[in-house]
């Protein structure tokens, strides 16, 4: 097993670096988007939501889909773009959602589904080499999605999904997945813990699974999940995952690491799909450093079997034919770190996401940060040299006087 | 009288017939003169033991935290209360400690006594352990917080008291080290001893037993502050220390005239020792997350401060000595702090860079700051100044370590380097005060070895001066209160003439260090 390749960039401080971030904070400016949300089939009974978030220049699209598995699907379009979906037909036949005219661009990801294993060492980590039915279950996403919550405003739109399984042969005996999607007018950072930084152009997606309890009798076991990605790019293009790390935790305590994981349109151009996240999973509600563990992801493999993955599903419904044609990937993240318990510890595992388009939101320095910096270590620094020149000073007048009484 | 206060310290300077009558008796073999090495190095020896049992079983129950939790059947929250229990009375109770010391018991029976309070204090927590009751041994863990917290500060006295002026620096080193051996001690011995008792008896009752074996240790502590006490009653009556002669009692109202110099020293404590011990208990998530190490790396790394600082303050402490200028030193491991702190906080360098950098930098104002409190405060008074500034320190911990968890969860620990560093800048800015405070004043603090002796020798020298005008000038009961206020050497005369007419005094002249050197008569 490798992990996947671990960038790191390390950022050093010196005292001039203030000023730009200063700048930085002063010149930023960022676009709006005004958001407006469609419920369908009807608003007591959701299945799927469509945002349509209307800038400046373009409109961003996203469909979150609940009908089959868990997906979030970026569209960019021009501002007449709609969307039209073929209800009796969706999702199992192939273009029955689409919008006229055609988007720019679209990327896709769909919570495909999750992984219970055995982890006997404690190291933390999936061995995807290892596939013996003593070391890893494949479980499939729940069967049933509820609605929780649905809230709209001018600032944002707020989606809560729960999922369960009702079937009652299904592999896990009792636990909910907790699926909670939200996107912002302004670019800023989530209310709750990792405090994600969102763009303008992205969805948060917080993925929770609570109080599984599986079939599997694994003593030490923990959850991963795996995530499939589709954009309309060609096929030669694919994702690069990079791990960023600073010193700076400020948002996310405890956390000094950033993964971005970008298309090929998104590295070379920013005109492409990307997902941000910080590696850490929270193993209660009460978020904070003592419950949290770290989350690991895996190399990126390309899906040769499309029909078994797929079918099925928003992303195949809306790609059609042209899904194994484009860029299609799947990514594994696993959620736990050795020493932290196991799943079983807490019971719980809560990760975020952004998924977006353009280019990943860089992390800075906030002004209260520098504030601090500049009161707390700044104002010492001064009083030392004033009290260092008082000191010299008065040593030279203080010669003075023992030489005068000296005579 | 005897046991209530001494003026004078042993290896203080007496006089000839002083150290005629020590050589009569056994006094003549080296081993047995109070004023040789010999019998000075067993003083220390037992010192450092006084404190090993305490600092051996304040950690206990962090060594076997999961068995203590399993076979009591406690959650987190309730363990926690083993040290809350121990660390919060202790914070005024270190004052109280002091002062009994000073008032009441005298150091010696105060030691024993503190001594023989931990000893039921660990004896009650291991039959709360037997019996199953976590409230008996909350209450013992009470009991033994009220004992060594008082011991800390008894230790500091007697190595005031027998070091002063020599060794100090090195001995308060020495005595820091062999705390962090006990506790390194404890945590490595401790698991194979439960795995051992564990089969023969099973489940609390195992605890119990394992916390019997380790009381034994506060039990060598207790013998070896009754050997101590010994040999400091015989070291006094040989070398007929003068004690309190003067009378002089430590009352609890003399805390509010302590100097501001001793004020500020607690504040540099404060200031410093908080961007040491909260680090390192909120140290392990910053280096698994932040340099990517494994929990027991992470350990390692954390725990190297102490480590090195075992190593490294007694050989800082023989430096101070033979240096002097304790403010520079404070000063310099104040600076190598702040440098080992950046370092953590904003660079990915290896961080053992930086908590070894750490473990030099604390270590050194261990055995720096400390002794400069025997320097500011007289030595009646010094039981009591001790546990003043250990309370400060408890409290200022105990407070603080609360904020910076407050902090890490709201801000991330690169918003708690800043405040580690803010606080390390707030000492450093003090030390500077103290500087100039204390150069106004004498300049005590900063003298040099030898400047120092030649200090001393002459506030010897004028306080014999003054007591010898008093006996010329008739008998005791012609005094009266008034002279002894304001007593009228040539010195002082000559010193209120040159200031009347203005004339700038030599800094060797300086007014505040009459006031010390008459301090012993007031």
Redesign the interface.
Known sequence: MTMASYKMTNYYLSLFSFIPFLLCFCCSTYQERQLVAELYPNSTNVEIVHVRAVGSNDTLHYVWCFRSKPTVLLALTSHASNLSVLWEQFPSTANSISFEPKPIYSFGVSVNQLYEFNDVNDTGLLDMNNSSESYIHTIDMPDTWEMKDIEQNLDFVRLVMEGSWKNNESFVKQGTIRIELETYREQGHGSDLPHLMHSTNATQLEFSMRNMITNSSFKQSRFASELILAANESAKSSVFPTAYKSFDDEHTPGVFTLVDLQTTASREQNKGGYMQWRPVAYVADERDIVNSTETAFYDIKNITNTSSKCDGTLLAAYFGDNLSKNLLNALNISFGAKDDGFYAQNNMSIWTITIGYGHPPDENFSLFLILIMSFGLGLPTVIIMISGLYIALRRITYRKDDLFLSE | MDDISRVESVNAPTSEDDSEQEQQGCGGSSCCNPKSCIYRFCGLVLMCLLGFGSYFCYDNPAALQDNFMQDLKINTSQFVYLYSWYSWPSVVLCVVGGFLMDRVFGIRLGTVIFALLVVIGVSIVALGAILNKFWLMVAGRFIFGIGGESLAVAQNTYAVLWFKGKELNMVFGLQMSFARVGSTVNFSVMEPIYRWVNTYYEGYTCTGVVLFFASITTVVSLLSTIILAWMDRRAERLLKRRDNQSGEVVRITDIKDFPLSFWMIALVCVAYYVAIFPFIALGK??FI??FNM??DEANTVNSIVYTISAVSSPLFGIVVDKLGRNLICCFVSILVTIASHAIL????LNPFIGTSLMGLGYSMLASGLWPMVSMVIPEHQLGTAYGVMQSVQNLGLALITLVCGII????????LE??F??CL??A??TT??I??YDSKHGGILNMSADDREVYEKNRISAEDLEREKLVAAGSMSDITPQDLLQPHSDFHIRNRYLSRIG?????HYNENQKGLAYRALR
């Open positions: 998530v910053f997350r932040k494994t929990p906080a904003f660079t990915f890490v969860d709201n801000g991330g620990y690169l918003m800043i405040f560093l803010a800048c707030v450093l800015v500077v005060v500087y100039l004339a700038n005094l030599p800094s």
